[in-house]
């Protein structure tokens, strides 16, 4: 009974600190939006809409990092606009979506597009409207920032000048997310980064997971120190979130393999995936989706055509668009050859496929599986119907197609089959189909070429040129009850 007091004491706690640091947001609508914006020489402003649930989440956070940066004695005004019900303030700022935050310094605006966290915002923030590194020349401040606990860059500069710490400053400055810190004391850089040995010079990145410090070894130049940020701010193994989503899918590092699983699974999975991931480090991506957050697990798994109940290892290649299914059991060692193959480009691609079915009929279900038996390597012709099943159109092309192989079954023709194929489960290299229905016509000697029909062609239309096509003589003798009867 005490330890619900206590929780429910510290739950009440924190919700009168959000309640608090909302109080200090100053509410706008369509009379002092814009004045507000002109008064005041820095504010940083939130535009939401009551019905959209990422400007629900990220509102409390807002608030917390307006009361951060007020206890820094930052001199930003905090303001939240209600796009929705005052559209007219939103255009007027330049709020163009829900959520948007953005931050205006002298009546330049500036649009955040970090992490939806506190710190993201308050790092991001001071960077916009103070100097892009915090100076830290005591033992004191520098066991105080640590307490914070967060991921930042560390350069250990003799003097604040010269070329070198300018291309520093300038890193700072352009990267939006990680906070940068600059000594001249090498007593307080070891506090901060324990690993420095006698350089004069030296610039680290420290992060609060199992592979803490990461020394860089690059050229002092601006673009060297944000690409050796960019590809090390990440842990050793992501946790998938909402939160963190836009920057997992913009990340430098296009090679990313995913596990899925239930978290009580990857507890027992997490310590050999972390091992494997540090032999990949800045090249592979080691990301966790827990399925339980179906929300996030559900649009992944839905691209492979998964449905997993166990633990589940993919890949993904964002600057190719490729997917990758690991099938042997999840292990150090397969996990390592997955990664490696991955790497060196020599993983064979998957693609989606429903069970191969077990009974042919009239026309021919095709699977992703069966694409290149029934279709590419058929002695055949082949007309497949490419469809979906949201489609609206399909329904009346299928009817179609279902006359079409009815009356050139009753033409005795046998060296031509029809068959269909649902694309929205199914996959194959050489089938790739945006609109749908799609009509393709395979001629037996040239199945590397297929010809599209005209979806908009009538019955009639359709069976003639099938006939040209593959020069089918006599389908103009068949009864005017067959065929054509509707379309005449």
Request: charged share 25%.
């Given at each position: ?166 291309e520093f400053v300038k890193a700072a400055t352009s990267e939006n997310e990680v906070q940068f810190v600059e000594t001249n004391d090498r007593n307080v850089a070891k506090i901060l980064f324990p690993g420095i040995a006698s350089e004069e010079q030296f610039l680290g990145l420290v992060k609060s997971e199992p592979e803490k ?181 399909c329904e009346a092309i299928s009817k179609n197609v279902e006359k079409l192989a009815k009356h050139f079954n009753d033409l005795g023709q046998t060296n031509l089959k029809f068959a269909r194929i649902d694309a929205s489960v199914n996959e194959h290299p050489k089938l790739q189909i945006n609109n749908y229905p799609t009509l ?49």
């Open positions: 009974m005490r330890a619900r007091r206590v929780v429910a004491a510290a739950a009440a706690a924190a919700a009168e600190a959000v309640r608090r640091a909302q109080s200090m947001v100053l509410v706008l609508d369509n009379d002092n939006a814009r004045r507000a914006v002109e008064e005041n020489a820095e504010v940083l402003l939130l535009g939401y809409a009551p019905w959209c649930e990422r400007s629900a989440q990220l509102m409390p956070r807002f608030a917390e990092a307006a009361a951060a940066l007020r206890a820094m004695g930052s001199a930003v005004a905090f303001a939240k606009l209600d796009g929705e019900r005052y559209p007219k303030a939103a255009s007027a700022v330049g709020v163009k979506g829900f959520p948007t935050v953005l931050l205006f310094v002298n009546g330049t605006e500036h649009q955040f597009t970090g992490l939806h966290t506190k710190d993201a915002i308050v790092t991001w923030v001071r960077k916009k409207t103070g100097a892009p590194a915090s100076r830290i020349q005591s033992k004191d401040s520098a066991e105080e920032f640590l307490k914070k606990d967060q991921t930042f860059a560390v350069g250990l500069f003799k003097n604040f000048e010269g070329a070198e710490y300018e410090f990461e020394k860089f070894n690059g050229a002092f130049e601006e673009k060297e120190i944000i690409q050796f940020v960019e590809l090390n701010k990440f842990p050793l193994i992501t946790v998938f979130t909402d939160l963190n989503s836009g920057k997992v899918y913009g990340s430098p590092i296009k090679l990313q393999v995913f596990t899925f699983a239930e978290a009580y699974d990857f507890e027992d999975l997490e310590s050999m995936i972390q091992e494997v991931a540090r032999g990949f480090k800045t090249k592979i991506m080691l990301i966790y989706v827990d399925t339980a957050e179906e929300k996030l697990a559900k649009p992944f798994l839905t691209l492979y055509g998964l449905e997993p109940e166990k633990p589940t290892v993919t890949a993904f290649d964002t600057s190719k668009g490729t997917k990758y299914l690991m099938e042997a059991e999840i292990n150090a060692k397969n996990l390592q050859d997955f990664c490696l193959s991955l790497l060196e480009g020599t993983l064979p691609p998957y693609f989606r496929s429903e069970p191969v079915p077990e009974e042919k009929g009239p026309i021919e279900k095709v699977v992703g599986r069966t694409f290149d038996s029934s279709v590419l390597e058929s002695p055949q012709n082949v007309f497949l119907e490419v469809h979906a099943p949201w489609c609206v159109d393709l016509l395979y001629p037996a000697q040239d199945k590397s070429n297929p010809i599209k029909l005209s979806k908009k062609s009538n019955l009639k239309d359709m069976a003639k040129f099938v006939k040209e096509k593959l020069q089918i003589a006599d389908v103009e003798t068949v009864a005017a009850g067959d065929i054509v009867k509707d379309e005449l």
